[in-house]
């Protein structure tokens, strides 16, 4: 019944910016904490950041000072702002919902399906 649906995803060079979205919906689902991981070809999927329903906020250490999460004022619907992109952030991006906003993928009970970020240099 809990949807999730990223979009935003895409091809960017080195240094530039993109934004991703995700569209919330179903029963509760505003009460839940929503995060972005990612998972880069051969590796282990990597919190990135999560946002609580009072606006508190995470990040990964990678991503410190370069990406921001912010959520709408209904809360359905939570971005993530990319900046100074580097190769290394190439990776399928996953939105989620959890109760909190914990760095630990499977303490997340919905996952959408993904939306690719490449960066080249």
């Known amino acids: 019944q809990v949807q999730l649906v990223e979009s935003g995803g895409g091809l960017v060079q080195t240094g530039g910016s993109l934004r991703l979205s995700c569209v919330a919906s179903?029963?509760?689902?505003?009460?839940?904490?929503m995060g972005w991981f990612r998972q880069a070809a051969g590796k282990e999927r990597e919190f990135v950041a999560s946002?609580?329903?009072?606006?508190?906020?995470l990040y990964g250490d990678s991503v410190k000072g370069r990406f921001t999460i912010s959520a709408d004022n209904t809360k359905t619907t939570v971005y993530l702002q990319m900046n100074s992109l580097k190769p290394e952030d190439t990776a399928v991006y996953y939105c989620a919902i959890g109760r909190l906003k914990v760095p630990i993928a499977d303490l997340y009970d919905y996952w959408g399906r993904g939306t690719q970020v490449t960066v080249s240099s």
């Open positions: 179903g029963r509760t689902f505003s009460t839940f904490a």
């Open positions: 946002i609580s329903r009072s606006g508190g906020t």
